[in-house]
């Protein structure tokens, strides 16, 4: 079992900047790919990105891409995604995610066997 927790979620203002982190324990040798995803009441989770962990270029969704950059400590065993330029439509509880094994579908939640318990982001304008 692995054991994800975000932290640094917040409330910023349109333009700011947030960095959160995710916490990983227990068989954290398990872990091929950590994701971050998103979530607004009433509509489905969306993908932010991902990495492998254990070295390789991050990957993003086209919403995030150029504002977001996702990096990883595996000395820590954290996750961290630091988030540029905010906007109100980046609002949302922010999940990080990982999974056991190897798929160029980072998008697919189902995939995804561990999930933290999200960190709430309000961007106001």
């Known amino acids: 079992q692995v054991q994800l927790v975000e932290s640094g979620g917040g409330s910023v203002q349109a333009g700011g900047s947030l960095r959160l982190s995710c916490a990983a324990s227990g068989h954290t040798s398990e872990i091929d790919t950590m994701g971050w995803f998103r979530q607004v009441p009433g509509k489905e989770r969306q993908y932010v990105g991902a990495i492998r962990w254990r070295g390789g270029s991050p990957v993003y969704a086209d919403s995030v891409k150029g504002r977001f950059t996702i990096s990883s400590d595996n000395a820590k065993n954290t996750a961290y995604l630091q988030m540029n330029s905010l906007n109100s439509e980046d609002t949302a509880v922010y999940y990080c995610?990982?999974?056991?094994?190897?798929?160029?579908?980072?998008?697919?939640?189902?995939?995804?066997?561990?999930w933290g318990q999200g960190t709430q982001v309000i961007v106001s304008s």
């Open positions: 995610a990982a999974r056991k094994f190897y798929s160029f579908l980072y998008s697919s939640a189902g995939l995804y066997n561990y």
